[in-house]
């Protein structure tokens, strides 16, 4: 079992910044696709970037330009960069790990954009 470890999260201004992380059980070079997806109160559960093995990187449009996805093999984590937050990105923010096989989340973290 994969057992993901996501932090960072918290309450920031608008236009303020904060930087996600995600701490795996296995190497995250490993991993086939690893990603962040948000779920605001209410809302169904949505895509916000992917990463995958290789590198290549998958954003929504709504956070284009502003969130950046990474990986550190030093630290074996996945981060994601949020900047310029605005108070629609207000959400509990989950990391994801998926295979062809198994597909895992992380516990979530609150991420809340006052106006």
């Known amino acids: 079992q994969v057992q993901l470890v996501d932090s960072g999260g918290g309450l920031v201004q608008a236009g303020g910044s904060l930087r996600l992380s995600c701490a795996a059980s296995?190497?995250?070079?490993?991993?086939?696709?690893m990603g962040w997806y948000r779920q605001a109160p209410g809302k169904q559960r949505t895509l916000v970037a992917t990463?995958?093995?290789?590198?290549?990187?998958n954003y929504a449009d709504s956070v284009k330009g502003r969130f950046t996805i990474s990986r550190d093999k030093s630290e074996n984590t996945m981060y994601l960069q949020m900047d310029s937050l605005k108070p629609e990105d207000t959400a509990v923010y989950y990391c994801?790990?998926?295979?062809?096989?198994?597909?895992?989340w992380g516990q979530g973290t609150q991420v809340t954009v006052s106006s």
């Open positions: 296995l190497s995250i070079f490993s991993i086939n696709v």
């Open positions: 994801n790990a998926r295979q062809v096989l198994w597909n895992y």
């Open positions: 990463i995958t093995s290789g590198g290549s990187t």
